[in-house]
Nanobody, 124 residues
Framework: QVQLVESGGGLVQAGGSLRLSCAASGRTFSPSRMAWFRQAPGKEREFVAA????????YYADSVKGRFTISRDGAKNTVWLQMNSLKPEDTAVYYC?????????????????WGQGTQVTVSS
């Protein structure tokens, strides 16, 4: 069974930075792609960023492009999301997700594994 555990969330002022981590465990962990999604209160879960596990190709939502960076370390089974120039509208619960076989990049339904989420709050 694959488990994803996020960490690194917290409270930060607008313009600040946070780095989220997602540690994966499980003998069968061999994803095709890993991603970060977020969900604000009263809103649907939305795509933030994704990275191909083998080649490292990256994909970003327009709202975070140029501010967020996704990266991974295959040896450590860990994915990070570096978030800079944070805005109050970035406030949400951030979820790490894994895709076993290549599927759609941007839709949550294409991901098989999910973490429990970590809260990010950006104050103005």
């Amino acid at each position: 069974q694959v488990q994803l555990v996020e960490s690194g969330g917290g409270l930060v002022q607008a313009g600040g930075s946070l780095r989220l981590s997602c540690a994966a465990s499980g003998r069968t962990f061999s994803p095709s792609r890993m991603a970060w999604f977020r969900q604000a209160p009263g809103k649907e879960r939305e795509f933030v960023a994704a990275i191909t596990w083998s080649g490292g190709a990256t994909y970003y939502a327009d709202s975070v492009k140029g501010r967020f960076t996704i990266s991974r370390d295959g040896a450590k089974n860990t994915v990070w999301l570096q978030m800079n120039s944070l805005k109050p509208e970035d406030t949400a619960v951030y979820y790490c997700a894994g895709q076993r076989y290549y599927s759609g990049i941007y839709g949550a339904s294409g991901y098989n594994y999910w973490g429990q989420g970590t809260q990010v709050t950006v104050s103005s």
